[in-house]
């Protein structure tokens, strides 16, 4: 039987899968989004996303960014180090926009998005299991279950956008692989008094801390070592509240309530090569980083935007067709910057803040307090955060 043919089979729809299929719609090529898990509306993951000004620009332009509940601003950013002096504070003024950034919930945002998929006619196959993947120069064959069956269809271009499961099915692509042995404890709390749209990061010796402003409430974000995260997690709420006010201090007064704790194990993974033949990685399937800075789906949304970009310049039957190597070589080479210095970003601030050497720990402080008197510095950094890097 012969298979359904795509140009562009999408696999992992998560909020990068899904940006990709929004952002390609407009354009004459077919293309199929397979996702394993159910309809997004019965999709429940409570990690808030801190999306920089530059993914709302995105977000707005897919269509998606109206439809969105009340996104939360944050128009400050105050980072400290636990028990050393110096801190800074980021403000929109700093980077020269009207907001650093938004707060949304993860399903929220994957509800939004999968609505706003739904009334644009994208192709999306829900409870669509990929398992196995073949490439080769001409095409790439995909299988999947769905429905206790087990179907295949080809494409010309293979987007992995599944948080890397499948992508070592992949000629020469390999994981570099660093697990920080540390989890991140997510719930929400509502505190004595709140510092309207702002968000807090505290570095501590455990790991960081951030408190996100979510409507009346902060959505919490608290990384440590896996062992640590075991104890925290059993504690019942007046404990666990009286733990993390220690944490993170006085600024907000008193911890009055928490919300239902979820954890996330952390780690750095990246891919040696985001292409291979007639394939390429988007997303966490390209790399995952540690959540510090919420730098993750913003990088991502930037892959699927450049992405479609790349894809949008080639006329429809052109040689260079989406997954010729021409155009995939392009696409990696125009995102080696921005993946290196996100990558490279996050990992040195964990490296920074939780070495155990009082020298390192008073550079860190040090160093928070001098960009906080430079204002060129602090552009920098927060431009960094909001558009990410370009050579
Ligand atoms: C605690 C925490 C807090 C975070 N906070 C922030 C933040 O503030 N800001 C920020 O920018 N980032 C943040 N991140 C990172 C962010 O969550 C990720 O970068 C983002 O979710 C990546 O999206 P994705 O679509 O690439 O992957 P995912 O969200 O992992 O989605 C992958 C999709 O692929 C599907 N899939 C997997 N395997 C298959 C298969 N075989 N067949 C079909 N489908 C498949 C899955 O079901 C899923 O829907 C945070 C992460 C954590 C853990």
Redesign the pocket.
């Known amino acids: 039987m012969a298979h359904q043919q795509f140009d562009i089979a999408i696999?992992?729809?998560?909020?990068?899968?899904m940006a990709l299929a929004l952002a390609l719609c407009e354009y004459d090529y077919s293309i199929l989004l397979?996702?394993?898990?159910e309809l997004p509306e019965k999709v429940d993951d409570p990690?808030?996303?801190?999306?920089s000004y530059g993914?709302h620009l995105i977000l707005h332009r897919l269509g998606i960014w109206e439809n969105l509940i009340q996104p939360t601003p944050i128009t400050t950013i105050h980072i400290s180090n636990r028990s050393h002096f110096g801190h800074t504070v980021l403000t929109p003024k700093d980077a020269g926009v009207s907001a650093l950034g938004f707060v949304v919930n993860?399903h929220n945002l994957y509800h939004t998005m999968g609505r706003t998929m739904r009334d644009a006619g994208v192709s999306y196959r829900t409870n669509?299991?990929?398992?196995t993947i073949h490439t080769d120069q001409q095409h790439v064959s995909i299988t999947?279950r769905q429905d206790e069956a087990e179907k295949k269809i080809q494409a010309k271009l293979l987007v992995l956008?599944?948080?890397g499961?499948?992508a070592e099915q992949i000629d020469g692509v390999r994981y570099h692989v660093h697990d920080y042995q540390h989890t991140?404890i997510?719930t929400n709390i509502k505190t004595e008094s709140i510092q309207p749209e702002t968000a807090f990061e505290r570095f501590t010796l455990n790991g960081p801390l951030a408190l996100?402003p979510s409507g009346e409430k902060y959505a919490v974000?608290w990384t440590m070592p896996t062992e640590k995260a075991k104890q925290i997690l059993t504690l019942d709420d007046q404990l666990f509240l009286s733990q993390l006010h220690e944490q993170f201090g006085e600024r907000l007064g008193n911890f009055i309530q928490a919300g239902k704790r979820t954890s996330?194990p952390?780690i750095l993974k990246y891919a040696s090569t985001i292409v291979g033949h007639r394939s390429v990685m988007?997303?966490?399937?390209a790399q995952?980083?540690h959540?510090v800075a919420?730098?993750?789906?913003?990088?991502?949304l930037r892959d699927a935007w450049e992405l479609a970009s790349e894809i949008s310049r080639i006329p429809y039957g052109a040689p260079n067709e989406p997954g010729s190597s021409k155009m995939l070589a392009a696409y990696s080479k125009r995102r080696q910057h921005d993946k290196f210095i996100g990558r490279t970003f996050t990992d040195s601030l964990i490296k920074l803040f939780t070495a155990d050497l009082p020298l390192l720990q008073t550079c860190g402080g040090i160093g928070l307090a001098i960009l906080d008197c430079l204002p060129p510095a602090k552009r920098l950094v927060a431009r960094q955060m909001i558009f990410g890097s370009r050579k």
Do not use: H
């Open positions: 696999v992992g729809g998560g909020p990068v899968g397979l996702e394993a898990r990690r808030p996303l801190a999306l993914s993860y669509a299991l990929v398992t999947y956008a599944d948080g499961k499948l991140a997510v996100l974000v996330f952390l988007i997303g966490n399937a995952t980083l959540p919420g730098q993750g789906f913003n990088l991502g």
